[in-house]
């Protein structure tokens, strides 16, 4: 059968009891990233062969796999941290084997929005998560429909298109509208910073950021 086995986003011990049993027993392992798999594997002893499995060469991948997993192998996929599939290869393959009667199943585990969400302090009961933002094509689309969305939303982004990205929240949201950043989740320098998108974007703009990033906007209100 296929896992799709989460991995910490930023400490190690974050790591579950499960996951560690799922990657030793699997016949193959998938990684977005071989380099930064072979680290984890290493650091808890586990000595297997890992194949790249990423957002380039996903599609043309698929049908051998789906031949690994008809002769009855054990493949488990992993992303560079957080839960296959959530902004990262997993869809195409998981909807192979529904498509073929393979059984799968996802382990509980790390993913980084939901923390991020949960720290926020901006209502969690009702949200959306949006992922990466287009770059260019359909990106000022997407936020025009948004600034009406009256639950909370959650975005990925990468540090050097942050102040890019709350640019474009203020131009859309609006300056008071609340937000929250949080950078490197579950990792020493973890940082959360909330405040109106201006006070966001002030604090960025003097402060350049590094590492992984989750932004948490409230939804729009009267």
């Given at each position: ?54 957002q ?56 980084a ?55 474009d ?11 929250c ?42």
């Open positions: 059968m296929l896992y799709l086995v989460p991995t910490p986003v930023g400490n190690l011990e974050d790591i579950t009891l499960r996951t560690l049993s799922v990657l030793k027993l699997a016949d193959i392992i998938l990684a977005e990233d071989t380099r930064n798999a072979s680290v984890l594997l290493r650091h808890f002893g586990i000595d297997k062969k890992v194949y790249a499995h990423h380039h060469n996903e599609h043309a991948a698929v049908a051998e796999i789906i031949r690994w997993l008809k002769e009855q192998k054990n493949i488990a996929l992993i992303s560079d941290a957080g839960t296959p599939g959530i902004s990262d290869p997993g869809f195409l393959l998981t909807r192979a084997c529904i498509e073929n009667e393979i059984e799968l199943t996802c382990l509980p585990g790390a993913t929005f939901v923390p991020a969400l949960v720290m926020s302090g901006i209502p969690c009961n009702s949200f959306v998560f949006e992922g990466f933002l287009p770059v260019k094509k359909g990106r000022q689309t997407k936020l025009k429909l948004l600034s009406s969305e009256t639950r909370t939303m959650v975005f990925y982004e990468s540090p050097h298109k942050l102040i890019k990205t709350l640019e929240f203020i131009s859309n949201f609006g300056p008071e509208r609340r937000g950043v949080v950078r490197e989740i579950s990792k020493i320098f973890e940082e959360k910073m909330r405040g109106n998108m201006s006070e966001l974007l002030q604090y960025y703009t003097a402060h350049p950021p590094k590492g992984e990033i989750v932004i948490v906007v409230e939804g729009f209100s009267e």
